[in-house]
């Protein structure tokens, strides 16, 4: 959970700033964001008239399926939100704020004057998911003869090249002759 409590922060003025660093073990019930281990990063929080503007960075590390060879391919993620939270209570009195009107999709602050960025978080994590992950930038993916991955351990297939080395039928013989012939 990276929750942070504002209460301090809500009793000073606006441009007043908090900040912090965050090493957490993420929530992930629905098994989408595929990380390992924590998600770390920083977090600036600034008062703002209404509320308070959060800006952080992340990254962690997430273990998906290599695009090309179907292997473990672990990816570093990084990130960056804004967003402004808006209080619910009021801080002085501990009395219910009533919602400007069409600030109802707005990250709110909660009654404890705590603000939660696990949703925003999650939301900004998988739209950085990498699309085409990779065990390794120059992974060679799998062998279309064996379907093994290639690779320094991935046995030759002699077969295949003395197929490549000589022409299968006499026709084709015949093109390569004819084809050398033009280029004379
Ligand atoms: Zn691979
Ligand atoms: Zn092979």
Request: glycine content about 6%.
């Amino acid at each position: 959970m990276v929750c942070f409590n504002v209460s301090q922060l809500l009793l000073m003025g606006p441009g007043a700033v908090r900040e912090f660093d965050f090493l957490e073990d993420f929530p992930d019930p629905a098994h989408e964001l595929h990380l390992e281990g924590p998600i770390e990063g920083h977090a600036r929080l600034t008062r703002t008239r209404e509320g308070i503007f959060a800006h952080s960075d992340y990254h962690a590390s997430v273990k998906l399926e290599c695009a090309r060879c179907l292997e473990e391919a672990i990816e570093e993620v990084e990130g960056e939100l804004d967003e402004e939270f808006l209080p619910t209570t009021d801080i002085h009195t501990g009395l219910p704020i009533k919602l400007p009107a069409g600030a109802d999709d707005e990250p709110l602050i909660d009654e404890h004057h705590e603000i939660d960025l696990d949703e925003i978080l999650r939301q900004n994590i998988l739209t950085n998911l990498p699309l085409q992950p990779l065990c390794e930038a120059a992974c060679a993916g799998l062998c279309a003869t064996c379907g093994e991955r290639l690779g320094p351990r991935h046995p030759d297939h002699p077969e295949v090249q003395e197929e490549e080395a000589a022409p299968k039928s006499p026709f084709a013989q015949l093109a390569v002759l004819l084809h050398a012939d033009e280029e004379r």
